[in-house]
């Protein structure tokens, strides 16, 4: 389910073994367009996130025991300071966290 603050920020996900299939949540977007029409390079990634890393506040996240596969994408993770819980076991996933992206993991 998901849960939220007194202020209709979103803080809690916990989608454990739900049959989630494919690949783990896309945070940023390589077809990105600026304003003007530009193509929006894909070193500029936070221009264009969009899901998790949007959610700011978000202080557990639980996706284990799914059926995720690819790899964790782990610049947009710097946007959820307030992360604390992360489990993504029982997945097919790949990728490195270090404590510069969730330091309070």
Do not use: M
């Not at 989630?20 to 990634?45: K, M, N």
């Not at 264009?48 to 059926?67: C, F, M, R, S, V």
């Not at 097919?92 to 510069?100: I, K, M, N, P, W």
């Amino acid at each position: 389910g998901i849960s939220c603050d007194d202020e209709g920020h979103v803080t809690g996900i916990d989608l454990r073994d739900n049959n989630l299939v494919g690949q783990f949540p896309v945070y940023t977007r390589g077809d990105a367009i600026d304003f003007w029409g530009i193509p929006v390079p894909e070193s500029h990634w936070y221009l264009t996130k969009y899901g998790l890393a949007n959610l700011y506040e978000l202080k557990t996240l639980d996706l284990a025991e799914n059926k995720l596969t690819g790899t964790i994408e782990y610049r947009p993770l710097y946007n959820l300071r307030d992360l604390s819980y992360l489990d993504v076991s029982g997945n097919q996933l790949s990728g490195v966290l270090d404590a510069q992206v969730a330091p309070s993991l």
